[in-house]
């Protein structure tokens, strides 16, 4: 309670202070739950568009790493060709 040793000229005084608090701190709940219910929506939204992301990321970094196997394997067979007319040049 914000003062319990407050003292009222009336008991209808007393009501209306006691009813009075009653609906601030009634109001201040439901302001709290609504800012509750958005910042879990929000965040919902938030989570979501990360997932999303996160899956793009990973198609990506898979198709890089396919691209750079299939460079590699082409490195790989040019140095071949190269070694072999080298070495054929030098016969």
Request: net charge negative; charged share 40%.
């Amino acid at each position: 309670m914000e003062d319990s040793g407050k003292t009222f000229s009336s008991e209808e005084e007393e009501v209306n202070y006691w009813k009075d608090l009653a609906m601030t701190y009634k109001q201040r709940a439901e302001n709290t739950q609504e800012e509750l219910r958005e910042f879990q929506e929000g965040s919902r939204e938030y989570d979501a568009e990360l997932e999303t992301q996160l899956q793009q990321i990973e198609t990506r970094n898979r198709d890089l790493l396919s691209e750079n196997n299939r460079l590699r394997m082409e490195l790989e067979t040019i140095k071949e060709k190269f070694e072999t007319q080298h070495s054929e040049a030098t016969n």
